[in-house]
């Protein structure tokens, strides 16, 4: 019997897509506590200013928001905690190559749900300028007012 794949996206940190240039992505599982599952499964999660750090050969999460489950009383944990992403110790390593590099950092993009497990898709970044962030909106907007013409042309 073949297992059926279904993923779901719980969030995304569309706030990194503005402000950085996305260069790879990577799936990486996260170490958390049932309460915070419940938490996420119910969108309470916030990606916005989080970001990946590497300490001593594991790779953490830092400023993600997770608020605390109303159900779980003594079992909630501190909502900014620091998370363990779980990750191949060659996957570890590359990671580290990667972002010795200057203006590069890991970012999570997206939460998501693989066979019931929560999963993080973290990206390799690079910063973007504020000239790089103008000419992405001049040229959203310029698809944008394609894509109403050709609609408009479509209609008559």
């Given at each position: 019997m073949?297992?059926?794949?279904?993923?779901?996206?719980?969030?995304?940190?569309?706030?990194?897509?503005?402000?950085?240039?996305?260069e790879?992505?990577?799936e990486?599982?996260?170490?958390?506590?049932?309460?915070?599952?419940?938490?996420?499964?119910?969108?309470?999660?916030?990606?916005?200013d989080?970001?990946?750090?590497i300490?001593?050969g594991?790779?953490?999460?830092k400023?993600?928001?997770i608020?605390?489950?109303?159900q779980g009383?003594?079992?909630n944990?501190e909502?900014?905690?620091?998370?363990?992403?779980l990750?191949?110790?060659?996957?570890?390593r590359?990671?580290?190559?990667?972002?010795?590099?200057?203006?590069?950092?890991?970012?999570?993009?997206?939460?998501?749900l693989?066979?019931g497990?929560?999963?993080?898709?973290?990206?390799?970044?690079r910063?973007?300028?504020?000239?790089d962030?103008r000419?992405?909106?001049?040229?959203?907007?310029h698809?944008?007012?394609i894509?109403?013409?050709?609609?408009?042309?479509m209609?008559?």
């Open positions: 073949a297992r059926i794949k279904n993923n779901k996206t719980l969030t995304e940190n569309r706030k990194a897509r503005h402000d950085y240039f996305v790879e992505g990577m990486a599982g996260i170490a958390l506590v049932g309460t915070e599952v419940k938490s996420i499964r119910n969108g309470r999660v916030n990606l916005k989080s970001y990946a750090e300490n001593n594991e790779v953490f999460v400023n993600m928001h608020s605390p489950y109303e009383n003594i079992f944990v909502p900014l905690r620091d998370r363990k992403l990750l191949h110790k060659s996957e570890i590359r990671l580290i190559g990667l972002t010795m590099q200057e203006g590069y950092t890991l970012i999570p993009l997206s939460l998501y693989k066979d497990r929560v999963k993080v898709n973290l990206g390799l970044c910063g973007k300028k504020n000239y962030k000419d992405a909106m001049i040229e959203k907007a698809k944008r007012e894509e109403r013409t050709l609609k408009e042309k209609r008559y």
